[in-house]
């Protein structure tokens, strides 16, 4: 390798400069300011093309808040006040609520935010810029680790070390494969349809999940008399849908929503991914360690794939923070086994009632439908129940910044 191709060395290096991967970089430079830190992404930081919006909780704002990103996101962001949950047959026009969420901190606080994810990679990439070495674009080839230090080779030749790599790269993450950490993964067969709507009757902050036969529908409130709306269908069933004309597609949303929110126009393209779940069987190796959607990939239902991700980010930060202060080799297992111990449990329990909801309600068989509607009017009628089930989306609990406090 040429001399001229070295870059670096960083104490850390954060490859993918999505969401999770900014956010633990801005953190990173806001309580750990003495490190040497570099990101790098396999395409210049602009704010990417993506018409999605994700719920942010309650935890995730005070992480937002203490690193300083929030009032840009703020500004477009929408609360989620209540959630209301039917489980829906085909055809049917009336919807009971069979399960209806409140806010978690206080009365009259909301459940969530709404954020266009437009809105929250543009304030990211303000701060990320102006706290933080952003390398030239470069897609990561190759991976090693010696003992004090891991190697990074670009596709374009250079060579990278630093003492800690973080593997922010997304679910099809090329770092955990040349780790070789191996991943659970199940392919639901099911697309994501993601796009925005204009309807007629306000949302009044309330954001609707319908449990339809096909996979969940939700619509989640934007700012005006707009809603976000994720559906989960049948990968054939969301093929024919994307084919549909734009009128015919509205048409199906508002018979998929039981007309709450009265006639629907569709307002931006509709864009489709595909959904699985993949875990990492490891978070973290030698010198590495995997956040967000390089470590787990869940079903998009409770709108927590995000949220989960930079829960990852708080501890992670903390863990750092804390090893740095003790004078311990933050880039050894040891330590990096801490931040893995911490979230496996919320991960695995997210990942599993996420997958649990789908198989359960992605279908028509009526015993079934009878059974878990029993279930989710007993947990409805259930407040302390509830209250541990709302406690756990807003997510304020596992480390100190997502209570709003520096680690
Ligand atoms: C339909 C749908 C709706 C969703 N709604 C919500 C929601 O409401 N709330 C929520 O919390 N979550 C939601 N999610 C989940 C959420 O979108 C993801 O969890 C989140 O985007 C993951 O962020 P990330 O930064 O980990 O990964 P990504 O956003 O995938 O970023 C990875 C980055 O790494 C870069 N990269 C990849 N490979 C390399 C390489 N080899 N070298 C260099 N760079 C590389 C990429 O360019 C990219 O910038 C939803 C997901 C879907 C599919």
Not at 130 to 137: Q, S, Y
Not at 216 to 224: C, N
Not at 304 to 330: C, M, S, T, Y
């Amino acid at each position: 390798m040429a001399e001229n191709n070295a870059v670096g060395p960083f104490d850390v290096l954060i490859v993918g400069g999505g969401p999770v991967g900014m956010t633990l970089a801005i953190a990173l430079a806001k309580f750990l300011p003495g490190i040497k830190l570099g990101l790098l992404d396999r395409r210049a930081l602009t704010v990417p093309k993506d018409l999605r919006a994700s719920a942010i909780s309650a935890g995730v704002r005070h992480l937002f808040e203490a690193i300083d990103v929030w009032p840009g996101m703020a500004k477009e962001a929408n609360p989620v006040a209540r959630m209301q949950i039917t489980d829906s047959g085909t055809g049917d026009i009336a919807r009971p609520v069979l399960l209806d969420f409140g806010g978690p901190e206080a009365p009259g606080q909301p459940i969530a935010h709404m954020v266009p994810n437009t809105a929250s990679a543009a304030a990211l990439i303000a701060a990320a810029k102006d706290r933080i070495e952003i390398l030239d674009p470069g897609t990561v080839a190759q991976f090693s680790t010696g003992p004090a230090e891991a190697q990074v080779v670009l596709e374009d030749g250079r060579q990278i070390a630093a003492r800690l790599v973080i593997a922010a790269d997304g679910g099809q993450s090329t770092l955990r494969g040349l780790a070789g950490i191996r991943t659970f993964t199940r392919d639901y067969r099911q697309a994501g349809l993601v796009t925005t709507i204009r309807h007629f009757q306000p949302h009044n902050d309330i954001a609707y999940e319908h449990f339809l036969p096909g996979g969940p529908f939700a619509s989640l409130p934007l700012r005006g008399n707009y809603s976000s709306l994720v559906w989960a269908e049948r990968a054939d069933t969301a093929k024919a849908l994307l084919a549909m004309s734009s009128e015919g597609l509205a048409g199906r949303i508002e018979a998929a929503m039981g007309s709450v929110l009265g006639a629907v126009e569709i307002v931006e393209t509709v864009q489709s991914f595909p959904l699985r779940l993949v875990l990492a069987h490891k978070f973290v190796a030698p010198r590495l360690a995997l956040v967000g959607d390089a470590a787990h990939v869940i079903h998009p239902l409770a709108g927590q794939g995000l949220n989960l991700g930079l829960r990852d980010v708080a501890v992670l930060a903390e863990v750092l923070v804390e090893a740095v202060r003790l004078g311990e080799d933050f880039g050894g297992l040891g330590v990096l086994e801490r931040y893995e111990t911490r979230r496996r449990g919320d991960t695995a329990l997210m990942a599993l009632a996420t997958d649990g909801l789908n198989r359960l309600f992605s279908n028509d068989l009526r015993p079934l439908r009878a059974m878990r509607d029993l279930g989710l009017s007993v947990v409805d009628r259930l407040d302390p129940l509830k209250q541990a089930f709302v406690t756990h989306s807003a997510g304020t609990t596992g480390a100190k910044l997502l209570k709003g406090l520096a680690p």
